[in-house]
């Protein structure tokens, strides 16, 4: 069985095809077509795009980036399977971080939310 989700982030359509029944698929479709649409920082409401990167390990982080001040909400994953929303982040320039120590590059996710285990399942 496929089942087609779709979902609106800013003006642009996202179609996603999820095979069989996936539930977690269907959560991460769910979860996606209730992405943040209203940045506290900026109280914009309605330019928002779907941005996604991969580290080095080939972990994929998707975010919601408010396009008119550059914050970041991030799509985290739970230990215990299913997705949800991080609050929007400041954005902050790259050059202007302080870096205190030589440490490789924070994991991106809270300590006690792993990244996405198997990335490759994620449809992007
Ligand atoms: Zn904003």
């Avoid at 077509?33 to 972990?59: H, T, V």
């Avoid at 870096?99 to 792993?114: E, L, W």
């Amino acid at each position: 069985m496929k089942i087609q989700a779709t979902t609106n982030i800013g003006k642009t359509k996202y179609v996603f095809q999820i095979e069989d029944e996936d539930m977690e698929a269907l959560h991460l479709a769910a979860v996606l077509g209730n992405a943040p649409d209203y940045c506290p920082l900026c109280k914009n409401d309605k330019f928002f795009a779907l941005d996604s990167n991969k580290d080095k390990e080939g972990n994929v982080y998707v975010n919601v980036v408010c396009k008119k001040c550059f914050a970041k909400a991030k799509l985290g994953r739970y230990k215990a399977k299913g997705f949800f929303w991080h609050k929007f982040e400041k954005y902050v320039p790259k050059g202007t971080q302080k870096d205190t120590q030589d440490s490789p590059p924070d994991n991106p996710f809270n300590d006690d939310i792993p990244p996405a285990e198997e990335p490759s399942e994620l449809p992007f």
